[in-house]
T-cell receptor, first 113, second 112 residues
Framework: EPEVTQTPSHQVTQMGQEVILRCVPI?????FYWYRQILGQKVEFLVS????????KSEIFDDQFSVERPDGSNFTLKIRSTKLEDSAMYFC???????????FGPGTRLTVL | AQSVTQLGSHVSVSEGALVLLRCNYS??????LFWYVQYPNQGLQLLLK??????LVKGINGFEAEFKKSETSFHLTKPSAHMSDAAEYFC??????????FGTGTSLTVIP
């Protein structure tokens, strides 16, 4: 069964460093998403992406964040200068053009020291 | 605007007892509703979803949920808890399939 994959599973970085979180959505999906979950809190929407552009973003998704689909398979989230409060689990999700169920990846745990 | 409220951040049940996890939603249009389960150090796994078909939805692992429009609820139930059901459960709502709004989650503990 096709699934969303994410790499790395755990990323540790120093405050101020740039990180790139990678996702490979399900191959025939057209809509892509990033969510984050701070430890012990709820899952929060960051951004949605369709047709090579951002279709919606939350207040959390400020100028430090960017997303990209550099090729036909990867979908990346970049945090330009990480802060301690960026420590969280980041989930990627994808959706077909006709469905309403988002398929989630296993997440990347980001730890900012 | 859409939102989800999950009553009870922690629920404990005995093994074999009924599981009831509560979810109330707010949506200005007919919603799609979902329950996801998250096991420790893992991602979100879909348990079941309501997409305007049958109001009683059956999911994996013996879980089911009933959509009640009059009560704006979508509570998750399982007749008999198993130790392996211990996890975090999230209710989510969307009206377009685009942005999902998640509840704060309910941690289920199953007591042997």
């Amino acid at each position: 069964e096709p699934e969303v994959t994410q790499t790395p599973s755990h990323q540790v970085t120093q405050m101020g460093q740039e990180v790139i979180l990678r996702c490979v959505p399900i191959s025939n999906h057209l809509y892509f998403y990033w969510y984050r979950q701070i430890l012990g809190q709820k899952v929060e929407f960051l951004v949605s992406f369709y047709n090579n552009e951002i279709s919606e973003k939350s207040e959390i998704f400020d100028d430090q964040f960017s997303v990209e689909r550099p090729d036909g398979s990867n979908f990346t989230l970049k945090i330009r200068s990480t802060k301690l409060e960026d420590s969280a689990m980041y989930f990627c999700a994808s959706l077909t053009s006709y469905g309403n169920e988002q398929f989630f990846g296993p997440g990347t745990r980001l730890t900012v020291l | 605007a859409q939102s989800v409220t999950q009553l009870g951040s922690h629920v404990s049940v005995s093994e074999g007892a009924l599981v009831l996890l509560r979810c109330n939603y707010s949506s200005s249009v007919p919603p799609y509703l979902f329950w996801y389960v998250q096991y420790p150090n893992q991602g979100l796994q879909l348990l079941l979803k309501y997409t305007s078909a049958a109001t009683l939805v059956k999911g994996i692992n013996g879980f089911e949920a009933e959509f009640k429009k009059s009560e704006t609820s979508f509570h998750l139930t399982k007749p008999s808890a198993h130790m392996s059901d211990a996890a975090e459960y999230f209710c989510a709502v969307t009206n377009t399939g685009n942005q999902f709004y998640f509840g704060t989650g309910t941690s289920l503990t199953v007591i042997p």
